[in-house]
């Protein structure tokens, strides 16, 4: 059995984003009510475009600032679950403009549903950034025991606040606020629910709404029509490991509704992955007729992360393993 049943309603919090539309579109399609946060009026009618064949099950709710008291209060009655996908991407270097607002936000979310008696189940979508910032020629191994202290420290030095500190106030930012979460219940509340928490790496996949925001894997759309910019983004992207966004959405799934996931961090990362990898299966998809230049540099993820849960969960849900880089690049290439 389930850990709530089919038919229930579920907060997704940031609908539109690329992981929230995805977790949300596989709780739809398999039977669950959707109630999904947006910031603004023009996102909510895009999503119900966007899901209006279960419009019957998927309705949008205007949470305009979500580190404004109570934010959540309305949004989670009637619900079982809580996916609090919503974070702050704006990558601002100014820790106090990135990292404040996030933790409210959080906190938010955790006390809307510890003070809602139905709600059984509250997933995080944290992020590999939490666990380990990308660190390239250095072999070490990542489990759901390790965190990145080390970005906190550098996001909070002092400042000047300058263009290079954005990936550690990111980083900062899902760290201290998976913390919370873990504090939260074990310390504080100790509610009623179980929580859970998902740590995807770069997420890559199809993209359900041109309208939406779609992070990382949108880079890779842009890059195959050509934009400048996002090509020379992407060649200064770091290596690091990759997961295929519908990956991520079902281990969000697992987490919801597995009664033997409990209290678990889930690590999300398929493989380690470089620019001239990338382009290589970039060219190989478009049969030769798309060049790019490779980048002389050499740099590689050499880590080992410890995914065997997230795998076996994969497995439980049809999944052979993860989906590979070259699938998860024709998909989003392809939406």
Not at 187 to 193: D, G, L, R, V
Not at 283 to 309: A, P
Request: some cysteine.
């Amino acid at each position: 059995m389930p850990a709530i049943p089919q038919g229930s309603l579920v907060l997704v919090t940031g609908v539109n984003g690329y992981i929230g539309s995805h977790v949300a579109h596989q709780l739809l399609e398999r039977g669950f009510r959707v109630r999904g946060t947006v910031r603004g009026a023009d996102k909510a009618d895009y999503m119900r475009a966007l899901f209006d064949t279960h419009q019957d099950a998927f309705e949008a709710l205007v949470v305009p600032d979500m580190a404004a008291a109570g934010a959540f209060d309305d949004a989670v009655k009637g619900c079982a679950g809580v996916m609090h996908v919503a974070s702050d991407l704006t990558l601002n270097p100014d820790p106090n403009q990135v990292i404040p607002m996030v933790l409210a936000g959080v906190k938010n979310a955790l006390l809307a549903a510890a003070h809602s008696p139905g709600v059984k189940r509250f997933v995080y979508t944290s992020s590999s950034a939490a666990a380990t910032a990308p660190i390239v020629n250095r072999a070490f191994h990542v489990d759901d025991g390790t965190w990145n202290d080390a970005d906190v420290e550098a996001a909070w030095a002092p400042p000047p606040y300058a263009a290079d500190r954005k990936l550690a106030v990111y980083a900062a930012s899902k760290t201290l606020a998976e913390r919370e979460c873990w504090r939260f219940v074990r310390e504080e509340e100790k509610p009623a629910f179980v929580l859970n928490s998902v740590l995807p790496n770069c997420n890559i996949g199809g993209i359900l709404s041109e309208h939406q925001p779609a992070s990382t894997g949108g880079w890779y759309k842009k890059m195959w029509h050509g934009d400048a910019e996002t090509l020379q983004l992407l060649r200064e992207f770091p290596p690091q490991h990759y997961v295929n966004v519908t990956d991520t959405a079902l281990l969000h799934v697992a987490a919801l509704l597995e009664e033997d996931v409990v209290g678990e961090r889930l690590l999300a990362c398929a493989g380690p992955f470089n620019f001239n990898e990338t382009v290589a299966l970039m060219e190989r998809l478009g049969d030769g007729s798309r060049r790019w230049e490779r980048i002389e540099n050499t740099d590689r993820d050499l880590k080992t992360v410890d995914s065997t849960r997230a795998l076996e969960l994969l497995r439980r849900y049809g999944r052979p393993g993860f989906t590979g880089l070259e699938e998860s690049l024709k998909e989003a290439i392809e939406s």
